[in-house]
């Protein structure tokens, strides 16, 4: 009785500490998704208040344009190797450089921010413009370079894997269209092996028989 007692024990706890791991894992998937929802929606609360700022003159304006362009240039990329990545594992490299060069974007980006919403020098601001444009543009160029170079290779591998299907449909259609040299050939055979048979039925004698004479034993 004892014996029974604790394995019901034992089982009520399993039970209670498979409940208490499933309820935590729940909650940090749901604490995930949140998450990753609520950032989805700050950035697209803040890409818009961007797009709006672009119409503003000087470098408040120009500035909104650098950061929505370095963000363009980013994500693209990343789309496009993603993408490509389950179907060419050699890019995870590519895909690890990129990470990189997003911390350089969001450092970048943050710089940014900061001399649209809390730098009251104006001066200031307009002389470190240069310098940001320069870093905006050498980050574009090298988000760019791996997206073209992903796409280039994708492209290649499309058409390299279309000659070679091409090749074998090739092949089996000259394989399939073989019959057509052997026809003839078939067709004589039948009407020589029919020949006799006509000729029987016209009351004609085979070859070496004369008609009506019996064909005498040696």
């Avoid at 760019?144 to 089996?172: K, N, P, T, V």
């Amino acid at each position: 009785m004892e014996f029974v007692i604790g394995v019901l024990a034992l089982l009520f706890v399993l039970f209670v500490t498979f409940g208490v791991i499933a309820a935590v894992r729940t909650a940090r998937a749901v604490q995930r998704g949140v998450e990753r929802t609520g950032t989805q929606v700050r950035r697209t609360v803040e890409e818009t208040t961007l797009k709006a700022r672009t119409a503003q003159p000087g470098t408040v304006g120009e500035l909104a344009r650098q950061r929505l362009e370095l963000r363009s240039s980013i994500d693209g990329t990343r789309r496009a190797l993603e993408t490509e990545v389950a179907r060419d594992p050699s890019l995870q490299e590519a895909l690890g450089l990129l990470n990189r060069l997003h911390d350089h974007a969001r450092q970048l980006d943050g710089e940014m921010r900061m001399l649209m919403d809390g730098e009251p020098d104006k001066a200031r601001t307009a002389a470190r413009m240069p310098e940001v444009r320069e870093r905006v543009e050498r980050i574009k160029e090298s988000a760019d370079s791996l997206r073209f170079a992903a796409q280039d290779r994708a492209s290649r591998h499309g058409a390299e894997g279309l000659g070679a299907l091409r090749e074998q449909i090739e092949i089996e259609s000259g394989a399939l269209r073989h019959w057509h040299g052997e026809q003839p050939d078939t067709d004589r055979e039948i009407g020589q092996a029919a020949e006799p048979e006509r000729g029987e039925l016209r009351g004609e004698a085979p070859p070496g028989i004369e008609k009506g004479r019996p064909q005498s034993a040696s």
